[in-house]
């Protein structure tokens, strides 16, 4: 794992008194400061040190996209190496701000109908980079005074969290205890790499946070074509383990989500719905989030609106929980799937 700038201030502050490197610690995730230099608290002295050798944010803003609703703005961020990832705020209904974050550059996962798996892997991110995405975007809603804070965060944006595993376990880590984001609040969606999921089951220190999985295709093979990271067994393996998962976790908030992009004449036919709602009977406690296709130029038709209401009524009238995703972000190609590390247009919001 790399460096982080926890240890960076405790190898830096290595004469000092301890209290000294837990004050820079504390400070670097408080909402209150923008930059080592505000943080009156320590000596000038040290706080030169500290802005010498440890950056403050690990990403460069190229640019700010918002959109014309204002409810959804993507930013392109630069990392040390040079290295460009999107992240994405969006607001809700409630005035509350969700950031989605990026946990790899590229993908490797390769799923057919997403601008980033076209992309290909590039690295993965590092626990600072992916807890800096939503340190950058909670000083700029403080810094463009808009109304609201950052409460809800999602690993949503480029890269499989769980080819990622012991970075994002940090960056969680960092988001739950100094940033206190609630873990009901942070949702980590995963193609389900099978690995992965059997390893958060017994890791005690995987924290409480929400898990969205995206199966898109209750047929195996069908999702193979769609997702070349299908495991042979894939299907019956995942509901092995959500029987695991609903003995390991029975509280009732540690519910399983199932994402389901809605693809015309490839996954939205009633037998389709038929094998959907299967499924999600046998794996017990889960909800089906029916997502609207964005376009990402890769040949696929979103399911017509009319199609995506029938597949709720009929998953609703089989008994299960199910709910269609308010699409945002989408005239600025920072809905899901839409995320390629590159901006169209060059716009500084102010
Ligand atoms: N790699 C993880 C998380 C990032 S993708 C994953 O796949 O779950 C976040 C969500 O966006 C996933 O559910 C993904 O399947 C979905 N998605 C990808 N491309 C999309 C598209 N073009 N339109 C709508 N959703 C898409
Ligand atoms: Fe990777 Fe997720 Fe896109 Fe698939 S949908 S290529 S796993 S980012």
């Excluded at 500290?50 to 950056?55: K, V």
């Amino acid at each position: 794992m790399g460096t982080t700038r926890n240890r960076q201030i405790e190898i830096l502050f290595s004469g000092e008194p301890s209290f000294r490197a837990r004050q820079a610690q504390e400070a670097l995730f408080s909402p209150v400061f923008r930059s080592w230099d505000d943080v009156s608290s320590l000596p000038k002295s040290l706080r030169e040190r500290l802005t010498d050798a440890i950056p403050w944010n690990r990403f460069v803003p190229v640019s700010v996209l918002g959109n014309a609703r204002r409810d959804t703005w993507k930013a392109l961020l630069q990392a040390e190496d040079g290295a460009r990832i999107e992240a994405v705020l969006m607001r809700n209904s409630r005035g509350q701000f969700t950031v989605c974050v990026s946990t790899q550059v590229g993908c490797a996962m390769g799923c057919a109908f997403c601008a980033t798996g076209r992309l290909g892997m590039t690295r993965n991110l590092a626990a600072d980079e992916i807890v800096d995405q939503v340190r950058f975007f909670r000083e700029y809603v403080t810094d463009n005074s808009l109304d609201g804070e950052v409460t809800n965060v999602v690993l949503m944006g480029m890269g499989e969290p769980l080819a990622n595993y012991e970075e994002v376990r940090e960056a969680l880590l960092v988001l739950v205890g100094p940033m206190s984001v609630g873990p009901t609040r942070i949702t980590v969606s995963t193609v389900g790499i099978l690995p992965g999921l059997g390893r958060l089951l017994d890791d005690p220190e995987w924290p409480p946070v929400r898990l969205a999985i995206s199966l898109h295709c209750a047929d195996e093979e069908r999702r193979r074509k769609m997702m070349p990271s299908t495991a042979p067994g894939f299907l019956d393996e995942l509901a092995r383990w959500s029987d695991a998962y609903t003995k390991a976790f029975p509280e009732k908030r540690r519910h399983l989500t199932l994402e389901y992009v809605m693809l015309s004449g490839v996954n939205d036919t009633d037998r389709d719905l038929r094998n959907l709602a299967k499924l999600a009977r046998r794996m017990g406690r889960v909800r089906v989030n029916l997502i609207p296709y964005n376009a990402t130029g890769s040949g696929f038709v979103g399911s017509p609106f009319e199609t995506i209401s029938r597949f709720r009524d009929g998953l609703a009238r089989e008994g299960v929980t199910v709910t269609v995703r308010k699409s945002l972000g989408g005239d600025i190609a920072a809905a899901c799937g839409q995320l390629a590390g590159k901006t169209v247009r060059k716009e500084e919001e102010s």
